[in-house]
């Protein structure tokens, strides 16, 4: 999953052709979720494993901060057949909120069960962002859905008013 800061720097570091070229392709952009990340992934034998930001969460982990514990066990308690329904080998990436202020910024609610599914992951590492499979996911682990601010192909206004503002000053 690509992140930027803003599109202001992709025009500052890539240039006006690349813009253009951007501008012409599908576009996702999703808002980036000030909160803590979580993963976990099904293995064939349908054992889950869990992962923070840096890596697996260990026993040592979870012995020394709590903070996981709540949806490791929600995912944990999802029915089996809710299990066999998601493929293996695949990493599921979420943003996890413990209260409404999980890092720097306060939102006005949690997330269906604390948790927002923002990308999934297959076993070489491609990362699968499109809201047609999150979606349904979403839905059938009864979790937040990405927070999608645009999908689709821009028109020429769009185009024309973005390119407009990436060339006013900042100031």
């Given at each position: ?20 070229k951007l501008f012409d392709n ?119 859905k990405p927070p999608i601010i ?18 006013t000053p900042e100031d």
């Amino acid at each position: 999953m690509a992140e930027i800061q803003t599109l202001r720097e992709v025009f500052r570091k890539e240039g006006l052709q690349f813009i253009h070229k951007l501008f012409d392709n599908f576009v996702i952009i999703s808002e980036k979720l000030n909160a803590t990340r979580f993963c976990f992934e099904k293995s064939e034998s349908g054992e889950l494993t869990f992962f923070k930001k840096d890596g697996k969460i260990t026993s040592i982990d979870r012995t020394l901060s709590r903070l996981y514990d709540q949806p490791i066990e929600y995912i944990e308690s999802l029915p089996k057949d809710v299990i066999n329904q998601l493929p293996s080998g695949y990493r599921f990436g979420f943003r996890y909120f413990h209260n409404t202020s999980p890092i720097n910024i306060s939102y006005d609610r949690i997330p269906l069960n604390g948790l927002v599914l923002t990308d999934i992951q297959n076993s070489k590492g491609k990362v699968i962002d499109d809201i047609t499979i999150l979606n349904p996911i979403s839905d059938l682990i009864r979790v937040e859905k990405p927070p999608i601010i645009w999908y689709g192909k821009l028109d020429e206004v769009q185009k024309t008013r973005l390119m407009e503002y990436l060339r006013t000053p900042e100031d």
